[in-house]
């Protein structure tokens, strides 16, 4: 079995205070990327209907998330999760 990610990157729609602290009294070291406000690139329908901007968007994200290399990026997003998990595939 897989050991279990300590430190994670939260990213997710402008809730921050929320998720930070029940990731952390989950026992998660949490960090917060550089810019954590700034858009991923998937905004809905935004990634099908502005691909190039949405994946220059995704890897500006996706280099602020990893750069402190995290064991896991996490975010309450599914919209999120399958763009910046689309870099990876």
Known sequence: MRPLARTVRQHGQR??????????????????????HLCCGSAGTYSLLQPDIADALRERKLAALNHTQPDVIVTGNVGCAVHLAAAAA
């Open 15 to 36: 809730l921050r205070d929320l998720p930070v602290r029940l990731l952390r009294e989950a026992g998660f070291e949490v960090q917060l990327p550089q810019d954590a």
